[in-house]
C-alpha cells in the first residue's frame, strides 16, 4: 500500500502532512510475549491491514504511525506499491542465511517468487531455477536474473531444475504452498537442503516426514517482514534491481475492484495495482508539504535503525 500522509495524530513525529509513505501492513500489539523482545511477527495479536484491519482498498484510513515507512520523491507509486511484497521476499532470503554462492530453487512465478528471485541473486546465489505453468511468467523469471525455468504442466520439472545447480538445491523457495509445490519443493532440496515456505497456503498439506527426516532437509516457513528488511527492499528498488514493469501487468481503479479480483484469479497477470483518485484533504496536504519542503533535498532521506525519518538535506 503507497501513499500520502494527508494528517497525522498528536504526538506524532517524523511524519507529515504531504509525505509519500508505504504502510507495513502488520500491525503488531506491541505488547505480548513476542512483541516485547522485538519479536513483532509472531504477535499474538497480529491484525494485518486488509485482512483483519482497513485495508487500501479505501480512499483513505488510519493506521498506528510506527507502522508507515518514508518513500523517496523518485520512486513512482507503482515501485513504491511494490516495496511491502519485495520486503517479503527480502525477509524470507534473509531467514535462510547466507546465500553468496547457493544455489536456489523457487517454484512459483508469480509476484513473491520473482521477487525472491531479484532478492536472492542480489544476495549472491550463484544459480536460480524457477518453476511455473505460465510461460510469460518463466520469462520474467529469465529477465529478472534466473539461470533456467522449467514448466509443470509438460512435464516434471524437478530433473532440469536440479540439473540447473548441479546437483540439487541448497535452498527452495516455496512461493506457492500447494501440495504439489510442497512435494516439488522437498524433492529438489535433497539432499539436506532447506525449504523455505513462503508462499501462503489455502489449506493443510502433507509431507513425507521420512524423506526429510533421513535426507536431512530443513523446513522453515517465512511471512511478511520487519523494518529493516525495507530499508533494504527501498534500497534495491532505489537502486533499480526491480523493473516494476515486469511486475505490474495490470492497473485498474478502485471502482473496479471486482474485476481486478477476478483477473488476478485467473492467473494470467503478475501484479494487479488499484488505483483511487487523490480526495482533495490529501491532495491539498500533498501539495501543502511539497511547499513546506521545497528546497529540501528529499533524495537525502536518513532513517534510523528503526526505520524513522531522523533527518534531511
Not at 484491519?53 to 480512499?59: E, I
Not at 530499508?231 to 537502486?239: K, P, S, V
Request: aromatic letters at 2%.
Amino acid at each position: 500500500m503507497a501513499g500520502v500522509v494527508g494528517k497525522t495524530g498528536h504526538g506524532v513525529t517524523g511524519l507529515e502532512a504531504g509525505m509519500r509513505v508505504i504502510l507495513g501492513p502488520d500491525l503488531y500489539c506491541g505488547q505480548c510475549g513476542y512483541c516485547r523482545p522485538g519479536r513483532y511477527i509472531p504477535c499474538q495479536r497480529l491484525r494485518v491491514a486488509g485482512c483483519q484491519a482497513t485495508g487500501a482498498t479505501a480512499d483513505a484510513f488510519t493506521a498506528p504511525a510506527g507502522r508507515f515507512h518514508a518513500v523517496p520523491d523518485s520512486m513512482t507509486d507503482a515501485q513504491a506499491a511494490l516495496l511491502e511484497p519485495l520486503s517479503t521476499a527480502v525477509h524470507a532470503v534473509r531467514m535462510v542465511g547466507q546465500l553468496a554462492g547457493a544455489a536456489v530453487a523457487v517454484p512459483g512465478g508469480g509476484t513473491i517468487g520473482l521477487l525472491t528471485v531479484t532478492a536472492a541473486v542480489r544476495a549472491g546465489a550463484r544459480a536460480v531455477a524457477v518453476s511455473d505453468p505460465r510461460d510469460g511468467k518463466r520469462q520474467r523469471a529469465l529477465r529478472l536474473g534466473a539461470a533456467s525455468c522449467a514448466g509443470p504442466l509438460t512435464a516434471d520439472p524437478v530433473p532440469a531444475m536440479r540439473e540447473t545447480p548441479g546437483g540439487h538445491a541448497d535452498v527452495t523457495f516455496d512461493c506457492v504452498s500447494s501440495q504439489a509445490s510442497t512435494a516439488q519443493a522437498i524433492r529438489l532440496a535433497e539432499n539436506g537442503g532447506t525449504v523455505m515456505v513462503t508462499g501462503v497456503a489455502a489449506g493443510d498439506v502433507t509431507i513425507p516426514l521420512p524423506v526429510i527426516q533421513h535426507r536431512q532437509i530443513r523446513l522453515a516457513g517465512s511471512a511478511i517482514d520487519v523494518r529493516q528488511e525495507v530499508l533494504r527492499a527501498i534500497e534495491l528498488m532505489a537502486d533499480g534491481a526491480v523493473p516494476a514493469g515486469e511486475l505490474v501487468t495490470a492497473t485498474l481503479t478502485l471502482t473496479e475492484g471486482a474485476q481486478a479480483f477476478k483477473q488476478a484469479a485467473s492467473g494470467h497477470d503478475v501484479k494487479i495495482h488499484l488505483v483511487t483518485a487523490c480526495p482533495a484533504a490529501a491532495r491539498a496536504a500533498i501539495d501543502q508539504g511539497r511547499a513546506t519542503r521545497r528546497g529540501r533535498d528529499r533524495e537525502d532521506i536518513r532513517l534510523n535503525g528503526a526505520g524513522r525519518l531522523i533527518s534531511r538535506r
